[in-house]
């Protein structure tokens, strides 16, 4: 084992093993999806800043994951588009932990960011007369910063476990980016340990949390059905129906990738998986609440009007 081992100070991520005018334009159509997921996420942000409005506790959670969401695709997709610039350019070992580390962090956060947003919907919905007593600014910051603090603490775990590991002299990590399986690979020691804490995190940070948000929507749902107001009810399923694609698109994508069962060529298609994961979701995210929100539409009115005006 020891002549397999090194002290590793970079590793070279492999990508998308593809032509090089093919690697030429995924360049630049995956560089306008960043620029479009940046640019959206951003107005999503701006929206609320100005609009004075947007400022509730539905609206201060989707400021919270569209931060999230520019993040997350700023932890990965960077060194993707390196990579299909410059395919043989190694990436350093403390940069390819620290993007194992961020991507794992903000993907946790999303996670319980879409459990809290479902929570204010149940409240909401189920109990209008008694929501502004239930989601006080105080509870709301409280919950934003319960998310934030619990991926940070998850990400140490799986790093401090990672850490640790000697790497074997091959250094060529099967991905377009440093996700933690792919790592774990290339260790010359046991990570069985490594693997079932990703396991287990994923199944608390993805089981548990879904699990919740369809008990909760189908609460909202017989609350929507008892209302006799036809349009209520449009209103409450406008309300839900844009947090509830968000939700289909990550977690199930996410379940899929790290609790799924495996069949036909299990690295490629997670691969392509986490493509989707980490560039499209967060790109879809701000027009899916854009177009099937009417209040976030009428905000963006009003501010376009402002602009006018000025």
């Known amino acids: 084992m020891g002549d397999n081992t090194t002290s590793v100070t970079e590793f070279i991520l492999l990508g998308f093993p593809l032509d090089t005018r093919i690697q030429t334009l995924l360049f630049g159509l995956f560089s306008l999806f960043y620029v479009l997921t940046l640019l959206g996420n951003g107005v999503i942000l701006g929206l609320i800043s100005l609009d004075s409005r947007l400022h509730t506790p539905m609206y201060f959670f989707l400021s919270h994951l569209a931060i999230v969401d520019m993040a997350y695709a700023c932890s990965t997709v960077p060194q993707m588009l390196l990579n299909l610039l410059s395919p043989a350019k190694p990436i350093s070992f403390a940069g390819c932990i620290t993007q194992t580390f961020l ?16 929570y204010d919907r149940y409240v909401a919905i189920c109990h209008p007369l008694r929501y502004s007593v239930i989601m006080s600014w105080r509870v709301c910051i409280m919950l934003v910063v319960t998310s934030w603090t619990i991926g940070v603490l998850l990400s140490l775990v799986h790093l401090v476990l990672l850490l640790p590991l000697p790497f074997c002299i091959a250094q060529k990590i099967d991905h377009f980016f440093c996700e933690i399986m792919a790592v774990l690979k290339l260790a010359c020691a046991d990570t069985h340990v490594n693997e079932i804490m990703v396991l287990a995190g994923s199944i608390s940070m993805l089981v548990g949390p879904f699990s919740s948000i369809i008990i909760s929507y189908m609460c909202i749902l017989c609350a929507i059905l008892r209302l006799q107001s036809g349009e209520g009810q449009r209103k409450a399923f406008s309300t839900c129906s844009s947090h509830l694609c968000v939700v289909g698109l990550f977690y199930g994508t996410a379940i899929i990738m790290y609790v799924g069962p495996r069949y036909g060529n299990p690295k490629e298609q997670k691969k392509y998986l986490l493509l989707f994961h980490s560039l499209f979701n967060p790109m879809l995210n701000p027009l ?14 009003r501010v376009l009007g402002i602009k006018r005006v000025l």
Not at 291 to 296: G, I
Request: glycine share 0%; net charge positive; hydrophobic share 55%.
């Open 103 to 118: 991507f794992l962090t903000f993907a946790a956060i999303e996670c319980l960011l879409l459990v809290v947003m479902s």
């Open 288 to 301: 899916i609440y854009t177009l099937k929100n009417s209040e976030v539409k009428n905000a963006m009115k």
